[in-house]
């Protein structure tokens, strides 16, 4: 085996589903090892979305099998991203970091001599969690998102989509699942999905139409061929 190759944090087995009469995924495939910046492509309907959706656990496929990395953290703007409307933009970027927040109420309910006290705050310090405010106020200005204390249902589509950045980014994923693309991204948004994709401290796939558009950020590209209603998924050269 090459020196070369990092662990690998996520495998997904022949993936197989259908809806209905239309087969949508036929054995598909994938490796996500440490360090890598997939460009997954391919057709408008070719099953793009419905791979990463099975990998990010928001559907189950039909047959096949995912196995992640203990503990692996995951992120994702999907294309139909939701924010709260009724809460502001700090808010809304919070409740990205889940996890972390029912770590702290958990260490804050566990009686102070329990040894799982120490442990949970071991986690804690490690994820840097008590550091939220801090890390939302850094997004936000590193994306230039709108202010915290500004409301959802006064923000334009464009801030809109770099609050949603801001909430996938906040929780710090190992792999980072991007299904986001749009027709309408202004140069601005695209300019900041490219560097959410090129962080060196994630993994991240994308899909898209065209393996040139992220052939500068990716080092990987998966293709997802279309033949009838057969689909697959296969390494490019």
């Known amino acids: 085996m090459s020196e070369n190759v990092t662990p690998v944090i996520l495998t997904a ?16 495939s ?17 099953g793009k979305s419905t791979f990463l959706k099975i990998i990010s656990g928001m559907i189950i496929p039909d047959s096949g099998e995912v196995a992640k990395k203990k503990n692996l953290v995951i992120g994702f703007l999907s ?9 502001n933009v700090y808010d809304n970027i919070l409740a990205g970091a889940k996890n972390e927040l029912e770590l702290i109420a958990e260490y804050d309910q566990t009686p102070f001599d329990s040894p799982k006290k120490h442990h949970l705050e071991e ?9 939220l405010e801090k890390r939302i106020n850094i997004l936000i200005n590193s994306l230039n998102a709108p202010g915290g204390i500004r409301y959802i249902n006064v923000l334009s589509g464009g801030e809109k989509r ?13 792999l980072h699942l991007d299904w986001s693309s749009a027709p309408t991204l202004t140069t601005e948004d695209a300019r900041l999905k490219l560097r959410l ?3 060196r401290d994630r993994c991240c796939i994308k899909i898209g139409a065209s393996a040139l558009r992220y052939s500068r950020v990716t080092n990987m590209t ?3 061929q279309l033949d009838g209603h057969y689909y697959s998924a296969t390494q490019m050269p």
């Open 13 to 28: 087995k022949e993936l197989s589903i259908r809806f209905g009469d239309q087969v949508i995924l036929d054995k598909a």
């Open 30 to 46: 994938l490796s996500v090892h440490e360090g890598n910046r997939i460009g997954l492509v391919g057709r408008n309907g070719s």
């Open 79 to 87: 294309q139909e991203f939701t924010l709260d409307q009724s809460k």
């Open 123 to 131: 986690t804690i310090l490690r994820k840097d969690s008590w550091n």
């Open 162 to 174: 770099r609050v949603a950045l801001c909430r996938a980014l906040i929780s710090k994923p190992e």
């Open 197 to 199: 994709i090129s962080c």
């Open 222 to 224: 998966m293709n997802i």
